[in-house]
């Protein structure tokens, strides 16, 4: 437990100041030998982010593409094309309607040139790129690269309007704002989601027909041991211990060896999406009684052996790793969804406090029985109700695979899948299991029965109603409870929902201000991008709610800045940023930087609460589909703001 608080700490940092520093780092090489040069541009991407490849198809509102532009080039001619070290990554990204190239980890581009003039060789550049990840984008970034005599930036390259420099000091509203502290903990709560969903997902792996069997088999081994008080303490607290470490070692084993990064990078990849969900019906089908999945038993003997003729703690630990494997076909599709899941945290944290939950929600009542072995009277038998849990898991994994193959229906654009559809499934599945749980619909393996227990009607009576709730979701509801699970709304053909009021939207920071301080309303602030996808869905599933939108309409001036937007200011500026000399050519570099100089923030989509003096009235919020969270959040702004 040490050295995981250790890792949690040690983490926390990390992924607070990747908020500050570029997701990807350039170094440049340049050699000249005889009558030829080459210049060498390395880019090193971190874990889970990728950068945009040099070409991109033609849309009208997408990513930047990766450029490369010399400002001077003297004694120099290019040879070719830039070349690349291998070749991108293309992947149907739904929210262009387009293909989209990218590269991942790092790549490197080479541009070979003749040498006209050795006497006077000089080059000088810049890159331009941009970086997303499955959560954020960082806005077009810049990286100069000079050799010779010459200077990065060099005018020869800048637009006809000389730039001057620029003082934010000097601005009304460019004061930098305090977040420390006010910020919307998003990784915080994510963390509790985590650990909620692994305790309940423990809980729900002790009722299947897999580990429930095991509850006999462990109290018949700790009364063999008939030891002390004192010693049965011990060894059940060794026994649920060692639960604990192997399932927490299993999946961060899993997680290592594929990497957090790249589990985060399945979850959203279509290919795996697909064998997922094949694997949850195969799952399902199973539970529904048309063949039982079981690992070799052989193995489970073999482990089953070693616990009785191993002595003391050893047995112990062998007693544990014998309910890992005998569980595991049952515990396996909820381990795997429940690791793919934390991954998108894209650090070992995730899985880590997931499969910890799991095993510690698994551990404590087999801890209880092996301590309490007359428990055990009080427990119910196996039999068809063991059955009837088996098959409400099948239902249950049928309703889950919908929403993996889901995102490989968006993914290549298929519209097999949209938001009717998904729901009228969904519809459909958890009517019969109602009908099911009811007694009206019965499988191979069940037990008659003539009666419906007040549990089974109470089950029945929450998935019926569940189906019901869901209807509404065929005309455009937008079902706030299961939001995170169903296609989203623009993926609905037939919609009835329209939203109620209009919020004051500015895409000029100062003109914005302005208009609010007259007004007499707070700001929000949304620095958003044309290439973001994340930003997209937030307009979608967030401010696009009646409930949110009549908020933004009756409180709120809302200032939108894309800060990949390339329209040429009139007046380009040069800034001093970290040391350098940064000029500022687009109207998205302007609103860049003024997010990283005001707030110290570089992702998009990226929110926060101004009062009418630029000051903070709320910590900041990222990206977060949970619409009363957002709600909240404004509720808090206005609340400071005395409204």
Known sequence: MKQFLILLLTLIPLAVNAQMSSPVVWTSEFTAKGDSATLTLNATIENGWHLYATELPQIDFGPSPTTVDYSTLDGLQAVGPLVASSAPVEMYEETFESNVLFWEKSVTLTQKFAVTEPETISIAGRIEFQACNNQNCIPPSTFDFSFGNAAPGDEAAAPAASGSGFDPSGQQWWTPVN?????TDIAHASLWSIFLWGFLGGLLALFTPCVWPMIPLTVSFFLKKNTSRSKSVRDAAIYGGSIIVIYLALGLAVTLLFGASKLNDLSTNAVFNLIFFALLVVFAVSFFGAFDI????????????????????????????TLALVSFSCTGPIIGTLLVEAATMSDITGPTVGMGAFALALAIPFALFALFPSMLKSAPRSGGWLNSVKVVLGFLELALSLKFLSVADLAYGWHILDREVFISLWVVIFTLLGIYLLGKLRFPHDTPTETTGVGRFFMALVSLSFAVYLVPGLWGAPLKGVSAFVPPLFTQDFNLYARDGEHRTFNDFDEGMRYAAENNMPVLMDFSGYGCVNCRKMEGAVFDTDEISSILGKNFVVIELMVDDKKPLAAPFTVEENGKTVKINTVGEKWSYLQRYKFSATTQPYYMVLDNDGNALSGSYSYDEDVEKFKAFLDDALKAYGN
Not at 294 to 321: C, H, Q, Y
């Open 179 to 183: 977040v420390d502290g006010s910020a």
């Open 294 to 321: 079981k690992l070799p038993a052989r193995w489970s003997n073999a482990v089953d052996s070693r616990a009785e003729n191993a002595t003391g703690l050893l047995s112990i630990f062998f007693m544990a790793f």
